[in-house]
């Protein structure tokens, strides 16, 4: 394709984004095209990302907690895990898990994000029981738990259905479900990556079948390794599929891979400008759902400011006991103050306005970190 012939081709696409008309697969393959200037399909994703969302950058106040390292799975991408004799390996005692829960009130977290390895000496009732001995002892705190991997490795367990173990999770406390394990869905990848976890029609079903019982989920592509631009595409399309009819995703956000302590050390990290180019098509291509995240964590802070203007509206939160991308050499802080997320948006240009996990607005009347309330709904585009 020539000049001519691309920039023609890129007209097209930006009418159809601004007559609100989904990309195709064969688009959103053009758009990574790296001859396809990365500035004109950012400012593509912001027109979109501003009609949903308007000039707020949202973030929460939450804390992680990984209840246990050890896992039977070997993914290649993965610095985190471990074997169970090796010194590395960890389970949490339930002092532990409630110090955890402490500090996080203490600290005026409104959400948990909680995930882990798939431990074999420890039974689904262990995984049920830190939920519930979170939510029994700190009820105000929201516990995003559990990866569709682990709902299938519950699954076996107990040989129970998808729902019967969501449900049962439910009553436990268990308030949504976080993104992860999607990695990428085509075989021709996940099967190098993967290959013994949940596969993509469990993942999709798992998460199916969570929206369905009321549960708001996330979802995720982890980026930068060994696929092609195809791959992300059909990856984020088979999203869109799911939203189509369920409508149950509330936020999707783009994993960078880091390579380092992985069985895929020798490839490159991905550069700040695959980074914001993924972004800026995710957000062009999930034309259903309503927010992107910019997790800085993983993309660091200043990819993640700039991603404001790429598409993304939310920047995750201030974090803390940041365990899974430490471990694969991200750099960035361990934790954010409240002030200094504000400030990163606010220097991005964006309003920052505090959201709980299920995109309620937080309000917060005094300086007493733990007295704050969840408000209404953010507003939908
Ligand atoms: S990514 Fe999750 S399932 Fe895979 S090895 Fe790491 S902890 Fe285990």
Redesign the pocket.
């Known amino acids: 394709m020539n000049n001519h012939e691309r920039q023609a081709r890129f007209r097209e696409i930006r009418e159809k984004v601004e007559a609100e008309q989904r990309l195709s697969l064969d688009e959103g393959i053009f758009l990574y095209d790296p001859q396809v200037p990365l500035q004109e399909v950012g400012e593509l994703a912001n027109l979109v990302r501003e009609r949903k969302n308007g000039n707020v950058g949202y973030y929460n106040i939450n804390t992680h907690l990984n209840p246990t390292?050890v896992?039977?799975?070997?993914?290649r991408?993965?610095a985190?895990?471990s074997d169970l004799r090796d010194p590395k390996g960890y389970a949490m005692s339930d002092e532990q898990i409630l110090h955890r829960g402490q500090e996080a009130h203490e600290n005026g977290c409104t959400e948990m994000h909680i995930?882990?390895?798939?431990h074999h000496q420890r039974p689904y009732e262990w995984y049920r029981h830190v939920i519930e001995l979170l939510a029994e002892n700190y009820p105000k705190i929201h516990l995003k738990a559990w990866?569709a991997?682990e709902i299938n490795w519950f699954e076996f367990q107990t040989k129970k259905s998808i729902r019967w173990v969501l449900e049962d999770l439910q009553q436990a406390g268990l308030g949504s479900m976080p993104g992860?394990?999607a990695e990428i869905f085509h075989p021709e990848v996940r099967d190098q990556l993967?290959e013994h976890?949940a596969n993509t029609h469990e993942w999709l079903k798992i998460h199916q079948t969570a929206h369905e019982v009321g549960l708001r989920t996330n979802c995720t592509m982890l980026y930068g390794h060994v696929e092609q631009a195809y791959h992300r595409i059909d990856h984020l399309i088979r999203l869109r599929e799911l939203q189509d009819r369920t409508g149950g995703f509330q936020v999707f956000i783009p994993l960078a891979f880091h390579p380092e302590n992985t069985k895929l050390s020798d490839i490159k990290k991905p550069s700040a400008l695959m980074d914001l180019r993924t972004m800026a098509v995710s957000r062009l291509m999930l034309d259903n759902v309503q927010h992107v995240k910019a997790y800085w964590i993983m993309l660091g802070i200043e990819t993640a400011q700039t991603a404001l203007a790429y598409g993304a509206d939310d920047i995750d939160g201030t974090v803390r006991h940041e365990l899974?991308y430490h471990d694969a050499g991200a750099t960035t802080p361990e934790c954010l103050s409240v002030d200094q997320i504000r400030q990163l948006i606010q220097e991005a240009g964006r309003e920052p306005v505090e959201r709980d996990t299920v995109y309620n607005r937080v309000h917060r009347e005094s300086q007493d970190l733990t007295d704050w309330t969840t408000g209404e709904p953010v507003a939908a585009g």
């Open positions: 390292n896992c039977v799975y070997r993914c991408f993965c985190f895990r995930v882990g390895g798939l990866t991997v992860g394990g993967c976890k899974i």
